[in-house]
């Protein structure tokens, strides 16, 4: 990054965080900046940390920038607790809200352009920097949200969501349990064995897999979900129906790729274990299994989100009075958008753990594999 | 697979069994007729005791012959017989004019016009943003991970929250559905493409360099010619996935056209046939989509000069 547009950047950065001082901080009658002494001392000093990050240059005005930007930060959302800016905040509001992003962006592209050696330290900036992203996203959300007044039933702002999290555990407990536990990991669980099992028929009789996999193809391209209702018909109102929809869904995927995998293992080994005069047992455990895994792995991955997704939808179509899919549609037919935020954290947090958590498994079983030793 | 051949019943003639079509298509052929002999033996069993409570209720004789034609046409059977599905499917495709509500025709075209305009928002999105991605690295130090992460999360779930909060601001109709089919098929166009944009290796990058190319020339002689495989195999997620948002996105609104409407109404009044032949209507329309994009895909290819 070019070092003086970098320093002209934090001075602009300090000229809005300043400008706030003058310009009218609401479009109601409210006390200047000059009259709150605690929140003006942190916009000076955020200012102050500006011009600091402009005099020192790249690698050392990250982190005052980034103390800048945090300061000013803290100074805006004290100042969205007053009533009077909240909703109507004009011009002196939005410059800090500028200087901000100004000098955080500043920031994350000098971190971005910073090169490290150790294996370590780049890991811990690679981590750094979406996260960094990610929370200034939720900041201009929350500020946006905040200080043009949008009404909550449009979009809450992420602290009521979390508000909302936070008060309301229970009842995203009993939903995480009914929709995940019950729902997704029977499913998941009845889908991906049976989907392995048929795979590995298949490779047994080649006439079958050869008829199979044109097949396979096909459904797993198929809009799946759209059985939901016939299996709600089906199996009732509770997860037994939901696991169904997961189980389908989850099979076909399963069946593509284990097919793909187990025919992965290269001549050689084949040759080899029927020279060492294996069984079809032995040589399936001790070679096609392994050589499938990779794939195998990536179909639990593929199927992880696909699981969720089925359940939620499924939920769609009617339940027993809990479940994720199920309180997000009453709660958003009831305009309690904070409480619909609140389950989509759920399900976001509990998608991405899963997809951790096979990820995890993938690289303690996979761990010979080249894409893993590199 | 090439012992595969040998696994074959020896009786069958050598000539015959070798035969490219027969290899390929036999199996198939094969699998979906004992998948329909199941289908129907399955029908049989779940609609029995239906036809039989309906019997006894009348309190009429009935032999096992009956019995079984009785569950091969009933009226809202558990599972419907394939040639009864069949048959309602063509007749509501066939039966009515174009435009009547009772027609299929009428809701795959309203579900279809929203999918094909939420696949081109989501495709023009897709594009740009791995264009963005793959010419800034400030961007792909920040964005790309969540990216990556937002597909480990269900993002059909928003759906209804958009529904409503779009519909808040006046917006209904096709919109807000093509925005949610955009909003879930532009994520594996933008991974797609991101690998794409970045797979000409790094001797070729420096080939670019060393004939001093502007990196417009990069992007338009380089990068997008080794970038056309996956955007046809990105675009083919991608047209599937459009079509699965915009039927979601008509469950949640109540809307009265389109096939997950046909799906909720048919869920709610018991109406099997109905259900099954909206199905059948998705299938038809994906597996017709990702053909059309697999012929755009080989005209790409033939006019790009690559041989079969």
């Known amino acids: 990054m070019n070092p003086r547009r970098l320093r002209l950047g934090f001075l602009v950065a300090t000229a809005g965080m300043l400008l706030a001082l003058v310009l009218p901080l609401s479009t109601e009658a409210t006390a200047s900046l000059l009259a709150r002494p605690v929140i003006l001392a942190m916009t000076l000093s955020a200012a102050a940390l500006f011009v600091l990050a402009a005099l020192v240059g790249a690698p050392r005005a990250i982190g005052l920038g980034l103390a800048g930007a945090l300061g000013g930060c803290v100074a805006s959302l004290a100042l969205l607790q007053d009533a009077t800016v909240a909703g109507s905040a004009a011009k002196g509001f939005w410059f800090i809200v500028l200087a901000i992003w100004l000098g955080a962006a500043l920031c994350v592209m000098a971190l971005a352009a910073v090169r490290t050696r150790g294996t370590k330290s780049r890991r811990a900036l690679d981590m750094a920097v979406p996260l960094l992203f990610g929370a200034f996203v939720f900041y201009l959300w929350e500020v946006l949200v905040r200080g043009l007044g949008v009404p909550p039933v449009l979009m809450p702002s992420p602290s009521a969501a979390a508000a909302r999290f936070a008060t309301s555990l229970p009842i995203l407990g009993a939903d995480f349990v009914q929709t995940f536990i019950k729902g997704v990991l029977i499913g998941y669980a009845i889908g991906c064995g049976a989907g392995l099992a048929v795979a590995i028929l298949a490779q047994r009789f080649p006439f079958l897999g050869r008829g199979l996999l044109p097949l396979g193809n096909f459904f797993s391209a198929l809009p799946l979900v759209g059985i939901a209702p016939i299996m709600v018909m089906w199996f009732g109102f509770d997860w037994p129906s939901k696991a169904a929809v997961v189980a389908l869904v989850t099979f076909f995927p399963m069946l593509v790729n284990a097919l793909a995998g187990l025919s992965a293992a290269g001549h050689m080994e084949r040759d080899l274990m029927r020279s060492y005069g294996a069984g079809h047992r032995q040589s399936l455990t001790k070679l096609y299994l392994p050589a499938a895994m990779p794939f195998i792995f990536n179909a639990l991955k593929i199927n992880a989100t696909l699981a969720l997704i089925g359940a939620i939808v499924a939920e769609f179509f009617g339940t027993p009075t809990q479940g994720i899919g199920f309180r997000i549609s009453t709660e958003a037919g009831r305009m309690a958008i904070d409480m619909v935020w609140a389950e989509i954290a759920l399900a976001a947090i509990a998608g991405m753990a899963f997809y951790g958590l096979v990820a995890l498994a993938e690289r303690a079983t996979t761990f010979w594999h080249p894409s893993y030793r590199a | ?308």
């Not at chain 2, 509501?92 to 094909?116: D, I, K, Q």
């Not at chain 2, 740009?128 to 920040?142: F, T």
């Open chain 2, 1 to 308: 697979m090439t012992n595969s051949a040998a696994a074959l019943p020896s009786w069958q003639p050598a000539a015959l069994r070798r035969h490219p079509l027969v290899e390929r298509y036999l199996p198939v052929a094969v699998i979906v007729a004992a998948l329909i002999v199941v289908w129907y033996v399955a029908a049989i069993l779940m609609n029995l005791s239906l036809v039989r409570d309906a019997f006894e209720r009348e309190e009429t004789a009935y032999t096992i012959g009956e019995l079984i034609s009785g569950t091969m046409s009933a009226e809202r059977p558990l599972l419907p017989a394939p040639h009864q599905l069949l048959a309602a499917f063509l007749d509501s495709v066939f039966g009515y004019a174009p435009t009547a509500p009772r027609s299929l025709v009428f809701h795959s075209m309203v579900t279809l016009s929203a999918t094909l305009f939420g696949f081109v928002l989501g495709a023009i999105l897709g594009i740009g943003l791995a264009l963005m991605i793959v010419h800034s690295r400030v961007l792909e130090k920040s964005l790309l991970p969540w990216i990556i992460c937002s597909q480990m999360v269900p993002i059909l779930a928003l759906a209804p929250i958009f529904i409503v909060v779009l519909g808040a601001i006046g917006l209904q109709g096709l919109l807000p559905k093509s925005i949610i089919s955009a909003y879930l098929c532009f994520f594996p166009i933008t991974i797609g493409m991101v690998k794409g944009f970045t797979s000409p290796d790094i001797m070729q990058l420096e080939l670019m360099r060393t004939w001093s190319a502007t990196p417009r020339q990069v992007l338009w002689k380089l990068r997008w010619p080794a970038a056309v495989p996956y955007l046809f195999a990105s675009l083919k997620v991608a047209i599937t996935i459009s079509l699965i948002g915009a039927i979601v996105a008509e469950l949640p609104t109540g809307a009265e056209a389109g096939i997950g409407a046909r799906l909720l109404a048919g869920s709610y009044y018991g109406q099997t046939i109905q259900l099954w032949s909206a199905l059948l209507a998705s299938a038809v329309m994906a597996s017709g989509l990702i053909g059309l994009v697999g012929l755009a895909e080989r005209g790409v290819a033939r006019q790009m000069g690559t041989r079969p």
